[in-house]
Nanobody
């Protein structure tokens, strides 16, 4: 059973925008945070943005603070709106869900606190 499913990945030119969506299965309950990560070939998985599912507070990595926006479209859907995309944004983007109240500590997203992961969606940005 697919528990988290990403969609919206595409190939775009530098400067363009893209919105990714993450649909969460109703079977996953008691989720405190939803987040987006990405991983480029040969690099570690990087946290990008997180949102508290109840209060709606958002947190961002410094590298995407001014360009990416995470939002909660519904109880079971989270989106990541990306603007001014750069070639270095090319990666596989993953949605994740956490049941931990410590998934974000002092504004820093804790990768290992996330319990569920999607399969990923590819974003390619050409110059």
């Amino acid at each position: 059973q697919v528990q988290l499913e990403e969609s919206g990945g595409d190939s775009v030119q530098a400067g363009g925008s893209l919105t990714l969506s993450c649909a969460r299965s109703e079977a996953i309950t008691d989720i405190t945070y939803m987040a987006w990560f990405r991983q480029a070939p040969g690099k570690q998985r990087e946290a990008l943005a997180a949102i508290h599912t109840a209060g709606g507070a958002t947190y961002y990595a410094d590298s995407v603070q001014d360009r990416f926006t995470i939002s909660r479209d519904s109880t079971f859907t989270v989106t990541l709106h990306m603007t001014n995309l750069k070639p270095e944004d090319t990666a596989t983007y993953y949605c994740a869900a956490s049941r931990s109240w410590s998934a974000v500590v002092r504004g820093v997203i804790q990768r290992f606190a996330f319990d569920y992961w999607g399969q990923g969606t590819q974003v390619t940005v050409s110059s």
